[in-house]
């Protein structure tokens, strides 16, 4: 079974950096995409950020300029680099795959991100 494990949320203050990492229990060209996606109290699940097999990469415009997606591929992991970071970016953040197969998808627990003002 394919497993993400995500790391690296926390607190931080507004202007501040994190590095959300996401690691699969299998190479991350078994998946067409990987995605992180948030949801914060009250509002729906929505996609941050998205990275395919090969390496095109699309933004949220909340976050574009802000965020940036990248992978390693010898650690099988994928990243989040968010800078700049806005009391309107506190969610949980999850790391999601796309399989190959249409209608597979693998969704991690989850990591608190929390921007104080």
């Known amino acids: 079974q394919v497993q993400l494990v995500e790391s690296g949320g926390g607190l931080v203050q507004a202007g501040g950096s994190l590095r959300l990492s996401c690691a699969a229990s299998?190479?991350?060209?078994?998946?067409?995409?990987m995605d992180w996606y948030r949801q914060a109290p009250g509002n729906q699940r929505e996609l941050v950020a998205r990275i395919t097999t090969v390496g095109d990469t699309n933004y949220a415009d909340s976050v574009k300029g802000r965020f940036t997606i990248s992978r390693d591929n010898a650690k099988n992991t994928v990243y989040l680099q968010m800078n700049s970071l806005k009391p309107e970016d506190t969610a949980v953040y999850y790391c999601?795959?796309?399989?190959?197969?249409?209608?597979?998808?693998?969704w991690g627990q989850g990591t608190q991100v929390t921007v104080s003002s």
């Open positions: 299998t190479s991350i060209f078994s998946f067409n995409a």
């Open positions: 999601h795959a796309s399989g190959r197969t249409v209608g597979r998808y693998y």
